[in-house]
């Protein structure tokens, strides 16, 4: 049997076809974006929808049965989807994988039996399913495909008549909703569903493959083109979990979490369960769901950041760098700089640095847990969908992120950034700063300040490579205990330090390697010594500032801060309670110092 016969199709053309619909989406996702007015006019529809269609193209491959090849698609859908479009998409093609018998081929009656079947699954997985969104397209094309299934019908001539249903129903969700009528669009996630399956048809009428290059995508940028809204945003934070072993019915796992804020989805099943919601507590929420199954992803977007890049962007140059960057959240804010959760794992219970694991909660966790955390690099789809959102709005993106030599962050950034390079035909510039804590918010700080003042990305990017050389930390460490847990010092070695009563103190190299600069038998003394040597280095130079860092210790922050205040004679640009993935290492109570001179 042909691949695609009248009457039939197998695993192979699923797949390419599914691949030339992705295509669709991924050249529209700037579109998408324009027109993202409900549930919150956020404007990520179109980087949402990609990123769950880049999950799925990364991770299958062809297979010539159908089945298997639809199986798979939902299960990467389902593990990558993101933004309320997206998990309500990737639950779709879950409904299709259930509902889909298990054979190589399947007829027209078959597709569309799979189709109709699929539609409960979505209804089910949404708190409180609205009319004139995707969920009204994908079930009035359904309706068509179940109204063909019975005669001796083309299958490809019935996909391509679809269309005209497609289209018909999406021009009616602008009249079907309140929020789109206001602003006469039609709904993103729907306009979505149909670029999909335009360039499922594009691909059934000529089935070429060499058409389906990944490389040849190309996005019109429509920045500094948005009116100024200034909607209120009643949940601020769109939090996504991957959660397996679930155990509550799904059900019940949307009741719970309809009490912590709105659009909610509940995809999959207790085995592999997706959800999606809209909260002002991320932190709190997953502290209750931890209890109920193993929650082994999170993804937590700041919704009003994400209006701020649409509608009120104060430059065109996006700014990004990783949590381990140290900087008072009204700095972060005023100068809308776009961070990067590195993740950090208590055994099975996983957190975002910073977002779902404050401080004060990790501080408490490290003194408290027999498991010692360990953190991961954030993985190059992350990056990915971030830059596809800015690119959509800015003309440039710097990023700066913490030492290479300590994570695999610089090296997935640098991925992602050629990735949205190729597609949105937009520089991305990616540093390593060689560098970490107050030190790397230095760097970001000073790189924020050349863009409000409105110079070239090129010649910020230059800026950066030179303050690195500038740029010094030196951490005190008030015990050895975490350093020791944490094995970057070998029990024994820890064993006879501590019997001493010594208190080291680790700075960078110019390689971006810690390096252990002086040991002390105190944190007095090592603070002492960090002051001696700051006024030695200092000495000729101009400081542009400096920044007081602390773990979990106030009290000794405000010491040190009156001490550079006597030596500097500025008080510091910040002072803030260190990064939970770099306190981990250097211990609760830590004190550190992170300078920037001038040329």
Sequence with gaps: MNALSEQAINGKILYYGFIAGSLQVLQNQVELNRINVFPVRDKDTGSNLASTIRAVIDNIKPHKSYKKTIGNIAEAALIGARGNSGVIFAQFLYGLSKETKNKNVITLYEFAESVKKSIPYIYEAIANPVEGTMLTVIRDWSDFLSSKKEGLYDFQKVIVESIDVLEKSLN???????ALKK??????????????????IEFIKDRNIRNLALGEIENVSLIHTEESL????????????????????????KQILVKDG???????????????????????????LKDIGTITFQKVDDMQRQQEVANKRKWN???????????SQDLIDFYQINIVPLNLNFGDNHYLDKITLQPEQFYNLLDSSQEFPNTSQINERTFTNLYSQLASHYDAIISVHLTSQFSGTFANSVKAGQRIENEFKKPVYNIDSKNLSGALGLLVLKAAQSIEAGKTAESIVESIKT?????????????????????????????IANALGINPVISMDEEGKSLLFGKTFSQKASLKKIFKHIEKIG???????????????????????????????????????ISPVIGMHAGNGAIAISLLFQN
Excluded at 172 to 178: N, P
Excluded at 230 to 253: G, P, S
Aim: aromatic share 8%; glycine share 8%; charged share 25%.
């Design 317 to 327: 140059i996006a700014l990004v760098t990783d949590s381990t960057c140290d900087l």
């Design 183 to 200: 602003f006469g669009f039609v709904d993103a996630g729907a306009k979505g569903f149909v670029f999909f399956i335009k360039g499922v």
């Design 467 to 495: 303050d690195i050389s500038n740029t010094k930390i030196f951490v005190s460490v008030k015990e050895l205990k975490y350093m020791i847990k944490g094995g970057r010092v070998s029990k024994p070695a820890g064993f």
């Design 172 to 178: 009616e969700t602008t009249s079907k909703l309140k």
């Design 539 to 577: 000495r000729g130079k101009s400081l542009w500032n400096y920044i007081v860092l602390h773990a979990h210790n106030p009290d000794g922050a405000k010491t040190a801060e009156l001490k550079m205040l006597e030596i500097t004679g500025k008080k510091p640009v910040s002072v803030v309670d």
């Design 262 to 288: 709105d659009s909610v989805v509940v995809a999959g099943s207790e085995n592999t369960c997706r959800i999606h919601i809209h909260t002002n507590h991320p932190a709190q929420l997953f502290d209750k």
């Design 230 to 253: 200034d909607e209120e945003i009643t949940f601020r934070y769109c939090t996504e979990a991957i959660i397996k072993n679930l155990q509550v019915k799904t059900d019940l796992l």
